[in-house]
């Protein structure tokens, strides 16, 4: 059971290249979503996605784009990378966010660079 | 006021000493409440959820106050593996649910 995998561990880009972050879970998790971290600042919701087909924006979406096709894929794109887009990004799933017990399971994380 | 308020540490404590982690949140809708554990350079993984009665997992004793929005963790017999930041962790309300967090408290455990 491989949990949530993310690709990949270290990527620096050049201002104003694009990319994609991927993420992929095997729990048959209806929910997922992209959270950075940067210093100071904890854990902020960028994308989330309910279920196949469904996305939504949260605290911080500008800059990004996902997508939803199946269950097990929730890709993270940088459209035109940007000095600010340096951070931590971590991918996470959950049968349901929020009901007690059902916590998330993070990846293990993609550290970005934007130089 | 911030969604989700932690003090920020370090608490540097030794070996077998007891500590004790405060958060308070913003959103009286909260219904969900949890404590999770990030070492450094690593993702934050569930340490325990929290529940209105009060709920202990070995070592680890967890507190809800709904009343005042406030949550605590308490670390009894401190182990040196015990060193991480611990993040408080909140339901934002709505039928999303999407998880809010805090900014963590950094915990060294000292020999």
């Known amino acids: 059971n491989a949990g949530v995998t993310q690709t990949p561990k270290f990527q620096v880009l050049k201002t104003g290249q694009s990319m994609t972050l991927q993420c992929a879970q095997d729990m048959n998790h209806e929910y997922m979503s992209w959270y950075r971290q940067d210093p100071g600042m904890g854990l902020r919701l960028i994308h989330y996605?309910?279920?196949?087909?469904?996305?939504d924006q949260g605290e911080v979406p500008n800059g990004y784009n996902v997508s939803r096709s199946t269950t097990e894929d929730f890709p993270l794109r940088l459209l035109s990378a940007a000095p600010s887009q340096t951070s931590v990004y971590f991918c996470?799933?959950?049968?349901?966010?929020?009901?007690?017990?059902?916590?998330?399971?993070f990846g293990s994380g993609t550290r970005l660079t934007v130089v | 006021r911030k969604e989700v308020e932690q003090d920020p540490g370090p608490f540097n404590v030794p070996e077998g000493a007891t500590v004790a982690f405060n958060c308070t949140y913003s959103n009286s809708a909260s219904q969900s409440f949890f404590w999770y554990r990030q070492d450094c350079r690593k993702e934050p993984k569930l340490l325990m959820s929290?529940?209105?009665s009060g709920n202990e997992d070995g070592r680890f004793t967890a507190q809800l106050n709904r009343a005042s929005q406030y949550i605590s963790l308490l670390i009894r017999d401190s182990k040196l593996s015990d060193s991480a930041t611990y993040l408080c962790?909140?339901?934002?309300?709505?039928?999303?649910?999407?998880?809010?967090f805090g900014k963590g408290t950094k915990l060294s455990v000292k020999p």
């Open positions: 996605s309910v279920g196949a087909g469904i996305t």
């Open positions: 962790v909140v339901n934002g309300g709505g039928s999303q649910g999407n998880l809010i």
């Open positions: 996470a799933s959950s049968y349901y966010p929020g009901v007690e017990d059902y916590g998330y399971t």
């Open positions: 929290v529940y209105s």
